[in-house]
Structures are given as structure tokens and as C-alpha cells.
T-cell receptor, first 112, second 112 residues
């Protein structure tokens, strides 16, 4: 079974601070991709960052970086220098094949 | 490059009525996906197309649901004899290669 687990239903961070969102996944495929998507209150799902499973190097996109631990099937998202606009629901997802499987999401609140 | 567009953005209908949603993918994206998202949950895969061919359907897609992509461009998702349990956000995504999906704003369906 393809499952994605986000164990933190809610997280909060002070503006300019750093926060880490956790995710574990489970797939039997050897070739897959992992993603973090952001869904603000307007509900448009926005791609934040992508990781290819065959790459050992952790992906980075500006203030967003991941800690990909393949053996542990762990894929956490670190947001540095948090901004008010980062407030949203964050979904971790895996893609073996064509179907994205999403976690339950983590609501991130950013305090000014 | 315009993004994925979906119409209508909101649809309110009475139980038993038929509804149809439209998705226009990013131009030149040959893959198109439909997902359903209920409140507070991650999206769940419904079906996907590669060009005109519908290649996979989830068990979530009951006989009342049908999706088409007649010319390999836009797609429609029809729900017949709607039920209150069909109330959800219906998300469309597209991709050029199978490794990254870009989402539209979604169609929020409310069945009274």
C-alpha cells in the first residue's frame, strides 16, 4: 500500500524563525518522487519543492529545503526565515507511477 | 504559460441533479488528472488521461462518475444523480512528464 503520514496536524512559527514539518511515506517502488505542496486558504495547490528518490542530495528552493532520509522513508520540509505568506496547509505527497498519494496535511500558522 | 484552469469555481446543486466540471490543462501537457478533496483531508486520486486515453480509474469513481478528454486537450468530469456525499473540492492537475503535476484552483461542489 502507498501511504503518506504527516504526524503534525498543526504547527506554528514566529515570523523570521525556522520550522520543520515532518512526513513519512511508504512505497514498494524503487523509482519515485516526493513533493511538498502548499494550499493557502484560497485552496490553490502550489508546488513547493520536489525530490527525486534516486538523488541523495536534498532539494532546496530558496527558503525551503528538505531532509530526505531514504532508508527511514522520511521526508521533512524546513522553512527558513518564515513569512506571513507561508501560512497554509502543507501536504506531503509521493509519486510512484502516475498517482499522487497525499498525507493528511499540516496547518502552518505564522505569528507576526 | 497560463496555469491549469477549472470551471466553474463553485457549484451548488440539489441532490439527484447532474453536474459537469471542466478542466483546461497547461498547454502541451499531455497528462491530465482528477482528484477529490474533502474538507480537512488530502486530495485523493480519481482518474487520469494520457492524451485522449483514460488509463486509470480509482475505485472511488463510482458508476455515477464519468470523465472524458475527447481531443486530448480539455477534460470534463460529470457526476450523475448527485448525492450529499459528493460534496467536495474537485481538483484537476496536468503534467508534461510523469514526474510533476500542477494543480488548478478546483471546483467546489455543494450538494444540498
Amino acid at each position: 500500500a502507498q501511504t503518506v503520514t504527516q504526524s503534525q496536524p498543526e504547527m506554528s512559527v514566529q515570523e523570521a524563525e525556522t520550522v520543520t514539518l515532518s512526513c513519512t511515506y511508504d512505497t514498494s517502488e524503487s523509482d519515485y518522487y516526493l513533493f511538498w505542496y502548499k494550499q493557502p486558504p484560497s485552496r490553490q495547490m502550489i508546488l513547493v519543492i520536489r525530490q527525486e528518490a534516486y538523488k541523495q542530495q536534498n532539494a532546496t528552493e530558496n527558503r525551503f529545503s528538505v531532509n530526505f532520509q531514504k532508508a527511514a522513508k522520511s521526508f521533512s520540509l524546513k522553512i527558513s526565515d518564515s513569512q506571513l505568506g507561508d501560512a497554509a496547509m502543507y501536504f506531503c505527497a509521493q509519486l510512484p507511477g502516475e498517482k499522487l498519494t497525499f498525507g493528511q496535511g499540516t496547518i502552518l500558522t505564522v505569528h507576526p | 504559460d497560463t496555469g491549469v484552469s477549472q470551471n466553474p469555481r463553485h457549484k451548488i446543486t440539489k441532490r439527484g441533479q447532474n453536474v459537469t466540471f471542466r478542466c483546461d490543462p497547461i498547454s502541451e501537457h499531455n497528462r491530465l488528472y482528477w482528484y477529490r478533496q474533502t474538507l480537512g483531508q488530502g486530495p485523493e486520486f480519481l482518474t487520469y488521461f494520457q492524451n485522449e486515453a483514460q488509463l486509470e480509474k480509482s475505485r472511488l469513481l463510482s458508476d455515477r462518475f464519468s470523465a472524458e478528454r475527447p481531443k486530448g486537450s480539455f477534460s470534463t468530469l460529470e457526476i450523475q444523480r448527485t448525492e450529499q456525499g459528493d460534496s467536495a473540492m474537485y481538483l484537476c492537475a496536468s503534467s508534461f512528464t510523469a514526474d510533476t503535476q500542477y494543480f488548478g484552483p478546483g471546483t467546489r461542489l455543494t450538494v444540498l
